[in-house]
Every structure is written in structure tokens, then in C-alpha cells.
């Protein structure tokens, strides 16, 4: 009596630790987390409520040509990463043909107890895990509406480990396992739909950011900057009127001499406009070529040589002929007209600027060196942004509009070129623009 109450404690301890298995497996199907995670729990709860000492789970790949070992326990290695093909060994045929597997006496039939010859993985050859003196094996599959999520492998030193009991209870847990992986798979991929998308909608709200910006940028020179040299035009017309009646022709010299400067800023900021409109319409075409550089810059220079002029300033232009770079030409006046500009306005009258250039193996350096206001350290980490940015007025107080500096970098870019601008309040602006050498 004693003998069979002591019997019927023992199936009852046995049913209790099976429930608990199966409320912890439910419990975990509600909770988020990592297919690594959830895997770990499900070999860490057999090992500790089902005595599964030696266990492994491994997922087949899309294409259903091979296994991975995704998580193990109890071998003196691990495995993770290693890989089974379908059909080779225990777990290959378990995987291939979706039913479970159990061999017992591996000491005689050793041959089947693992896959052939584990694959090559980007670390190296990994070894699939297994026990030296393994007796017993079983292998299941994880299936869900008959398809295979993964394979639960145990092994034993133990021949009798496993009773035909303790394996049908397992098939019945896989079914749960299979779900709870399934589960944790497809909640992985929303996630990263998810992820995704909220990536995509921050991407397209930064972009109608800067559309924003642009598009601010844009109604600011036409309201302010363009407005502003049209103004005055109109303005210098109806003097020229006036001194014309007046027969004053001293005035109307001077007045010539305005005319041609606001004409130049005007031409000028239209050609900023233009070009940097094309840009970010994506419609500027970009030709690379052989270019003589001492061409280029004498271009620009020519005109900004009455700019110059009207403030007494020197521009010396030491860039020897045979220097080329391959670039667009277009692209690469305006960006040294814009350099150039910026030195004239920024100038003292009187004041010197010196136009330099250098060839290495892998670049051309044009250095623009004047000696003016400077910009003090604050600003120079902002100078290529389009924000909230408003042009400093020059030392006769030139009016920009900001784009100059913005567009010198976005064309040097373009044509594989960057830029390095050195600076000092009072004492002058150094850049350097560096370009691509022609092969020639």
C-alpha cells in the first residue's frame, strides 16, 4: 500500500512539474521579446523542470536547405551558428521529413548521430554540439500548421533517459514551442516593418524639413535680397532723370558706376539663385573635364575685377599655367567666384588678396587669401547651412544672401572636391579649395 501510494506521488510530482511547463510556456506566448530570448527560456525550462540536461534548437533557413543551431545547453561547446544540412544525421532527417526521431545505443550506431560535415559560416567552421559518450538521442520537430519552425534535439549519456512517456509529452510541448517561436518570428518582423516605416516617415519628415527651409530660404531673397537691387535700379533711374535736367554730369558718372555695381550683384545673385534652384531640382548636369585652372580663376576674377576696383583692392593671381584639375567648368567658376566674392567683400579697402595653387598626386589646392574682417570661430561651424542663416553685410556694407558658401561646398562635392576654410577675427580668411588632378 505504502509502495503504491509512494507510486502515485511520484506521477502526481511528474503531472505537477508537466503543468508547470506548459502554464510557463502559455505565459511566456503573451510577453515581447527576441527569438534568442524566447529560445533560451524554452532549453533553460527543460533543463530545469524536465531534466533536459543536454539540449539544442535549430531553425531551418528560408530556402529549407539547411539547419543553425540557434541556442544550446549543457556541451562543452556551445555551437551557436553551426549548421546541419536537411537530411544529414538525426536532425537533418528529423528536419526533412517533419517527424520525430529516437535513437538509442548511439555507441553503436554513432554514424547517425550527427550531420556529416557542418558547413562553413563567416566565422569559420563551428562544430555542432553533442555529448562524447552520448547513449540516447531524440530529435522532434516544431511544427506549426505543419510547418517547420525548428527542431528540438536532446541527447543522454543515460541508454533508459528517455521513457516513451517523457517523449509524449514532449511531442505534445512542441506543439506549444512551435507556436511560442512562430509567435516571437512574426511579432520580430512587424517590429522591423515597424522600424522601417517609422524610419521612412522620419526620413520624409526631414526632408520636408529642409523642403520647408528651402522654400523659406527661397520667398526670403526674392523678398529681401532680389527686392532690394531692383529697388534701387528703380531708384538710380529716377536720379539719372534728374541730374539729366539738371545737366549735373558728375552725378550721373558716379551714378553710372552704382548702376554697374548693383547690376553685377544682381547677375551675380541670379546666377546663385539659378544654379542652386537646378540643384536641388536635381536637373544640374555635371560634365567633368580637363580644365586649366588658371583659366578658371581668371574667369572669375573678370567678373569681380570692378568690385575690386571700387574698394582699391589688389588681387594677385599666382596660379601657374600648367596646372589642370578635371572637373565641370560651370560648376567650378562659380565656386571660385563665390570664394573670391566673399574675399572682396569681406576686405578692407586697400587690402590684398593672394590667389595660390598647388598640385599634389592626388589633389589641386586653390588657396584664396585675403586679409579682412575674419570670422570668428562661432560662426565657422555654420557657414554651409541654409538655417536661419543670415549673410554678415561686408565692409562697405555688401548685402549677400548666404547661398555662396553653401553652394561652393555642394559643387566641390560633386566633382570629388571638398574645401578647408582657416579664419581669424581682424586678420583674414584662408580657403582652400581642393579639386581632382587631371590624369593628363
Known amino acids: 500500500m505504502e509502495a503504491r501510494i509512494e507510486q502515485l506521488s511520484k506521477e502526481l510530482e511528474k503531472e505537477r512539474r508537466k503543468n508547470v511547463i506548459i502554464r510557463q510556456i502559455s505565459l511566456e506566448l503573451g510577453r515581447i521579446g ?55 544525421g538525426v536532425i537533418g532527417i528529423v528536419a526533412k521529413n517533419k517527424k520525430k526521431l529516437r535513437i538509442p545505443r548511439l555507441s553503436f550506431l554513432r554514424t547517425y548521430a550527427k550531420a556529416s560535415q557542418p558547413s562553413e559560416i563567416p566565422d569559420g567552421k563551428v562544430e555542432l554540439p553533442g555529448l562524447r559518450d552520448a547513449e540516447s538521442q531524440v530529435a522532434i520537430p516544431l511544427l506549426a500548421n505543419n510547418e517547420l519552425v525548428a527542431v528540438l534535439s536532446v541527447e543522454s549519456a543515460d541508454l533508459n533517459f528517455f521513457s516513451q512517456e517523457d ?41 520636408l524639413e529642409k523642403l520647408n527651409a528651402t522654400k523659406d530660404k527661397l520667398f526670403s531673397i526674392i523678398g529681401h535680397d532680389l527686392r532690394s537691387p531692383v529697388a534701387s ?52 548636369l555635371c560634365t567633368q573635364e580637363l580644365l586649366h585652372l ?66 599634389c598626386v592626388d589633389k589641386v589646392i586653390l588657396t584664396i587669401h585675403d586679409s579682412g574682417t575674419g570670422i570668428n570661430e562661432g560662426k565657422l561651424s555654420d557657414l554651409f547651412s541654409l538655417n536661419g542663416k543670415k549673410s554678415t553685410l561686408g565692409t562697405a556694407r555688401e548685402k549677400g544672401t548666404g547661398l555662396g558658401l553653401f553652394l561652393v561646398k555642394e559643387f566641390l562635392e560633386i566633382n570629388q572636391g571638398s574645401l578647408k576654410i582657416t579664419s581669424e577675427t581682424g586678420r583674414g580668411t584662408r580657403v582652400d579649395l581642393y579639386f581632382l588632378p587631371s590624369m593628363a
Open 233 to 284: 535700379l528703380q531708384d538710380i533711374s529716377e536720379l539719372i532723370s534728374y541730374y539729366r535736367d539738371k545737366q549735373d554730369y558728375e552725378k550721373l558718372i558716379d551714378l553710372s558706376f552704382k548702376i554697374s555695381n548693383t547690376a553685377r550683384s544682381l547677375g551675380h545673385l541670379l546666377d546663385n539663385l539659378l544654379s542652386w534652384s537646378l540643384n536641388q531640382k536635381g536637373e544640374l
Open 167 to 207: 517523449e509524449d509529452f514532449l511531442i505534445l510541448l512542441s506543439q506549444q514551442m512551435a507556436l511560442l517561436i512562430q509567435n516571437t518570428i512574426i511579432y520580430s518582423s512587424l517590429e522591423d516593418k515597424i522600424v522601417h516605416r517609422t524610419a521612412k516617415i522620419d526620413s520624409q519628415k526631414q526632408e
Open 34 to 88: 527576441s527569438i534568442e530570448s524566447k529560445v533560451s527560456f524554452l532549453l533553460e525550462l527543460l533543463e530545469t523542470d524536465f531534466g533536459l540536461n543536454h539540449s539544442m534548437l535549430l531553425m531551418p533557413d528560408n530556402t529549407g536547405t539547411f539547419l543553425t543551431v540557434l541556442a544550446s545547453r549543457g556541451f562543452e561547446a556551445m555551437g551557436k551558428g553551426a549548421k546541419v544540412n536537411f537530411g544529414d
Open 294 to 359: 588658371r583659366n578658371i580663376t581668371e574667369e572669375a576674377f573678370l567678373v569681380l575685377k570692378d568690385h575690386a576696383e571700387s574698394k582699391a583692392i589688389t588681387i594677385y593671381i599666382e596660379v601657374p599655367e600648367g596646372i589642370t584639375i578635371f572637373a565641370d567648368k560651370e560648376m567650378s567658376v562659380l565656386v571660385v567666384r563665390n570664394v573670391l566674392s566673399n574675399a572682396i567683400k569681406y576686405s578692407y579697402p586697400n587690402g590684398p588678396i593672394f590667389i595660390t595653387a598647388e598640385s
